[in-house]
Nanobody
Framework: VQLQASGGGLVQAGGSLRLSCAAS????????MGWFRQAPEKEREFVAA????????SYADSVKGQFTISRDVAKNTVYLQMNSLKPEDTAVYYC?????????????????WGQGTQVTVSS
């Protein structure tokens, strides 16, 4: 599975961005796709995940109510709508995927990774 992420950029605080992640093919009947982010000198952290088939979602507490993950099954694509962005949301955002039914929050459980996309929020 190859993942292609896009949609990052520079935005002012309070603004919005939508990230997209397209999977090259859907090999597994159950595929969880997620977003992680990594700020400079910080560990990669879980942001959100969604079941590509069932649509169940999981969010990090820090983004609940602010970010929304969604999917387009026909396109094997997930989206991350990020609203009310803050400078602390600045990071490289990575798309990831794993087979299975559980939205693990540790990056070690995700076998497939896309390239990162930079999100910079200015104050």
């Amino acid at each position: 599975v190859q993942l292609q992420a896009s949609g990052g950029g520079l935005v002012q605080a309070g603004g919005s961005l939508r990230l997209s992640c397209a999977a090259s093919r859907r090999t597994f009947s159950n595929l969880f796709m997620g977003w992680f982010r990594q700020a400079p000198e910080k560990e990669r952290e879980f942001v959100a995940a969604i079941s590509l088939s069932g649509g169940s979602t999981s969010y990090a507490d820090s983004v609940k109510g602010q970010f929304t993950i969604s999917r387009d099954v026909a396109k094997n694509t997930v989206y991350l709508q990020m609203n009310s962005l803050k400078p602390e949301d600045t990071a490289v955002y990575y798309c990831a995927a794993r087979s299975g039914n559980y939205p693990y929050t540790s990056p070690k459980y995700y076998a497939y990774w896309g390239q990162g996309t930079q999100v910079t929020v200015s104050s």
